[in-house]
Structure formats: structure tokens, C-alpha cells
């Protein structure tokens, strides 16, 4: 198993397909977009939130935080009730909700 700095599917692919690992772990990729896999075999990889590797969630890990992906408050409408807050009540405490698009 390889892991670290994975975030994209064509890199995880090239990894695999070059025989340098049997899996691969895509930690950070995951948090920042829970739904990145299904939008892949989907084909809406351009839909993608990108994990910008800027260790945030790691050092709210290390402080013993709740663990939170900065790029998950981008999405919150300030007073919006339906968006969980962590218990700082400053970051969304999950990543926000996506639906595939209706098909054409």
C-alpha cells in the first residue's frame, strides 16, 4: 500500500499501473471529497474537490480537534441552520452534500 500526496484518480491509476504499489491510500483526497470516487466512475472528475495538501486537517488531528477539510467551508451560507458546525462553531463539520446531476 502506498499513501501520501495522492490526489487525484490519474495519479493513483499511474501508480498501479507502473507496479509500484498493490492499493493505494488517499487519506487527505477522501476527507476533502467524500463523493470523489463515485464523481470519477460517473465521469465528472472535473467535479472534484481537490485536497490542496495544506496539512490543516493534520494539525486540528494533532491538536485533538475534530477533524474538518478547509475546503468544506467554502460552502457554507453564513446562519445556514442545515450545515453542522464543529464544536468551535467555526467549520462545517461535514463535507457538503453532492448529488449526480439529473441525466439528460
Same mark, same amino acid.
Given at each position: 500500500? @502506498? *499513501? $501520501? %500526496? /495522492?490526489? *487525484?484518480?490519474?495519479?493513483? !491509476? !499511474? /501508480?498501479?499501473?507502473? %507496479?509500484? +504499489?498493490?492499493?493505494? +491510500?488517499?487519506? #487527505?483526497? @477522501?476527507?476533502?471529497? &467524500?463523493?470523489?470516487?463515485?464523481?470519477?466512475?460517473? $465521469?465528472?472528475?472535473?467535479?472534484?474537490?481537490?485536497?490542496?495538501? @495544506?496539512?490543516?486537517? =493534520?494539525?486540528?488531528?494533532?491538536?485533538?480537534?475534530?477533524? @474538518?477539510?478547509?475546503?468544506?467551508? #467554502?460552502?457554507? =451560507?453564513?446562519?445556514?441552520? *442545515?450545515? #453542522?458546525?464543529?464544536?468551535?462553531?467555526? #467549520?462545517?463539520?461535514?463535507?457538503? !452534500?453532492? *448529488? &449526480? &446531476?439529473? &441525466? =439528460?
Amino acid at each position: 500500500v @502506498t *499513501s $501520501g %500526496g /495522492i490526489g *487525484s484518480f490519474d495519479l493513483a !491509476e !499511474e /501508480i498501479l499501473a507502473r %507496479g509500484e +504499489a498493490d492499493a493505494v +491510500a488517499a487519506a #487527505r483526497q @477522501t476527507l476533502a471529497d &467524500p463523493d470523489w470516487f463515485r464523481k470519477i466512475r460517473l $465521469g465528472l472528475g472535473h467535479l472534484v474537490r481537490r485536497c490542496e495538501f @495544506t496539512n490543516y486537517c =493534520e494539525g486540528l488531528d494533532q491538536r485533538h480537534k475534530q477533524v @474538518t477539510c478547509k475546503l468544506w467551508d #467554502r460552502a457554507v =451560507e453564513p446562519g445556514d441552520p *442545515s450545515v #453542522r458546525l464543529a464544536e468551535d462553531g467555526k #467549520r462545517r463539520l461535514n463535507a457538503p !452534500e453532492w *448529488s &449526480p &446531476p439529473p &441525466p =439528460e
